[in-house]
């Protein structure tokens, strides 16, 4: 299994422009999430979805859009990005109640290093 | 919603020392606490976690202690190594459905050779 995977590793972008990160997992779980990390501020979690077509807003979810089309994949816009926007991006999924596993784990990618100028 | 301190954000030991982070919560209801390791360049992953009906758990050189009348649990390593080098994270459960964890703020681990 590969686990959970992200698209791309690295990006540069200009202030305006727009781009779309994607991350995918083969462990067949419900929960899904997106998460940005920044120096001395930990993992602070953008939007979440706890199943295919349903996705929810985390803690800063501001300039970010998601889409769960599919159960294995969580993708995660920016319509116009801004240079706060710079950031190392992770996605993390993690098992439902009805796997009988611990709901709390939650397995990362390694991560989009995203810079805007 | 769920608050979660950690400390120290920079800790160096000699190889062969241990090490000991600690994180404070705020929701007094919060049950699961886990803690994730981050190697350089890599996502975070877990590595020990402790539920609130005991005090202590141990996974070889590692160990994990919680209080939850301080509200305050802890991360231990013994025997440090120079692999042991990593951004450790805390966490606990945020309030809602969706199992969400709030994450501390990290702690930066260098094991000097």
């Known amino acids: 299994n590969a686990g959970v995977t992200q698209t791309p590793k690295f990006r540069v972008l200009k202030t305006g422009q727009s781009m779309t990160l994607l991350c995918a997992q083969d462990?067949?779980?419900?929960?899904m999430y997106w998460y940005r990390q920044d120096p001395g501020m930990g993992l602070r979690l953008i939007h979440y979805?706890?199943?295919?077509?349903?996705?929810a807003k985390g803690e800063v979810p501001d300039g970010y859009n998601v889409s769960r089309l599919k159960k294995q994949n969580f993708l995660l816009g920016l319509e116009s990005a801004a240079p706060s926007q710079t950031s190392v991006y992770f996605c993390?999924?993690?098992?439902?109640?009805?796997?009988?596993?611990?709901?709390?784990?939650?397995?990362f990618g390694p991560g989009t290093r995203l810079t805007v100028t | 919603g769920e608050n979660v301190e950690q400390h120290p954000s920079t800790l160096s030991v000699q190889e062969g020392d241990s090490a000991v982070i600690k994180c404070t919560y705020s929701?007094?209801?919060?049950?699961?606490f886990p803690w994730y390791k981050q190697e350089l360049g890599k996502g975070p992953q877990l590595i020990i976690d402790?539920?609130?009906?005991?005090g202590e758990k141990k996974d070889q050189r590692i160990a994990v202690t919680l209080n939850k009348t301080a509200k305050h649990f802890s991360l231990h390593i013994t025997e440090t190594q120079p692999e042991d080098s990593a951004v450790y994270f805390c966490?606990?459960?945020?309030?809602?459905?969706?199992?969400?964890?709030?994450f501390g703020s990290g702690t930066q681990l260098t094991v000097l050779p």
């Open positions: 993390a999924s993690s098992y439902d109640t009805a796997a009988r596993r611990n709901v709390y784990e939650q397995y």
């Open positions: 462990m067949n779980h419900e929960y």
């Open positions: 979805s706890v199943g295919e077509g349903t996705t």
């Open positions: 929701d007094s209801a919060s049950n699961y």
């Open positions: 402790i539920r609130s009906n005991v």
């Open positions: 966490a606990a459960p945020s309030r809602g459905s969706a199992r969400q964890l709030t």
